[in-house]
Structure formats: C-alpha cells, structure tokens
C-alpha cells in the first residue's frame, strides 16, 4: 500500500522560528510536491522537486526553501516564520510526468501549522 | 483569477438526495482528476478523466469530462453520510505542476 508520511500533525511556532517540515514516501516517486491549503483557495504549489537536488518553485515559494538530499524525503523550510504562514501543509508524491498514472497524487496526511 | 472554478462551494443535504458539482475552466487540459478529502487527512484520488465526453462511473459516482475538456462535473447518486468530505478537481497546467479547484464542502445528513 502507498504510503506518504509527514513528521508532524500539529506544529505551533512563533515568528521569527526556523520550521521544518518533513515528507518521506515509500512508492520510489520522482517527483514530490509541497502544497499549503488555506480555506476557499484550494491547494497551492508551493516547490516541486523532480529528482534528488532538483526542485522548480510552484506559485507561492515566498518565504519558503525545499531541499531533497534522498529520494524518498522532501523537506519544506520556512527560514523566518511569519503569522501569515499558518496554515495546512500537504505532502505529495506521483510518478515523473509521461508515466502511465503520472498524474496521481498521493497525498500524506498533512501538517496543520500555527505561527503565533 | 482560480483556474479551475468549483461550484458550488458549500453543499448540505440529507441522505438519500442526489447533487452535482461543478469544475470549470477556460483553458483546455489533457485530463482532469478528482480528489476527495475527509477531516485530517489527505486528499485521495477517485478518478481521472482523460476522452472529451468521457463518463466514468465509481458506484453512486458519476464523472464527467466536457467535449471540449474544459470542464467536468461529479454526479452523486442517494448520497450517504460517508460522501462527506472536500471534493477537488484538478489539473496539470504545465509539465510538472498541477491545478487545484478551491474544492467543494459537502455535508449528508442522516
């Protein structure tokens, strides 16, 4: 069964805090996503990442960095916390584009982030 | 501007009623996926639509993809209190990336 996790459910931190998130999947994905979701605007792209060290900046990369040391982990970093940065994360990993089925996403469950 | 316009928003019935949603676009894509999502967790993919004027059917689900693959709809049949959740369109709008519709909230009651 595919399986994408992410290290935390819940997150509060303050302004100013370095944040990391964490994504591992065991479904030998190339690519993986960062999205936030905020209420009546959807998901939103944050970074993608094609291959290990490779990455493309999604919609909203403002105040964000990613890095992918491994290929099973995706790591989103918030350098400097700001209030307007709460919100949920979703995780996501899919096979490379071209592929049968490259364009499903699976999901990890999320992490629901509050910068105080 | 939302790429992939959802309607409606909201949507709160009782069980055994029939409902339709909507995902819009100006835009043409090459195939159009809907996700549902429950409280805390994830969204998971119910289907993918591919053909102009495809109809694909998930038990009391029916999908829709437009002739022309700028819009689909998801046609929910007596629903139940387990169809509760977010459900999202979405789509690739370039090589790596994709779209998400701003979902639709829907609530059976029992």
């Known amino acids: 069964d595919v399986k994408v996790t992410q290290s935390s459910r819940y997150l509060v931190k303050r302004t100013g805090e370095k944040v990391f998130l964490e994504c591992v999947q065991d479904m030998d994905h190339e690519n993986m996503f960062w999205y936030r979701q905020d209420p009546g605007l959807g998901l939103r792209l944050i970074y993608f990442s094609y291959d290990v060290k490779m990455k493309e900046k999604g919609d909203i990369p403002e105040g964000y960095s990613v890095s992918r040391e491994k290929k099973e982990r995706f790591s989103l970093i918030l350098e400097s916390a700001s209030t307007n940065q709460t919100s949920m994360y979703l995780c996501?990993?899919?096979?490379?584009?071209?592929?049968?089925?490259?364009?499903?996403?699976?999901f990890g469950p999320g992490t629901r982030l509050t910068v105080l | 501007t939302q790429l992939l316009e959802q309607s409606p928003q909201f949507l709160s019935i009782q069980e055994g009623e029939n409902l339709t949603v909507y995902c819009n676009s100006s835009?043409?894509?090459?195939?159009l996926q809907w996700y549902r999502q429950e409280p805390g967790e994830g969204p998971v993919l119910l289907v993918t639509v591919v053909t102009g004027g495809e109809v694909k059917k998930l038990k009391r689900l029916t999908f829709q993809f437009g002739d022309a693959r700028k819009d689909s709809s998801l046609h929910i049949t007596a629903a139940q209190p387990g169809d509760t959740g977010l459900y999202l369109c979405a789509a690739r709008y370039n090589f790596n990336k994709f779209y998400f519709g701003s979902g639709t909230k829907l609530n059976v009651k029992p």
């Open positions: 996501a990993s899919s096979l490379p584009t071209g592929a049968a089925r490259a364009d499903t996403q699976y």
């Open positions: 835009s043409v894509f090459s195939s």
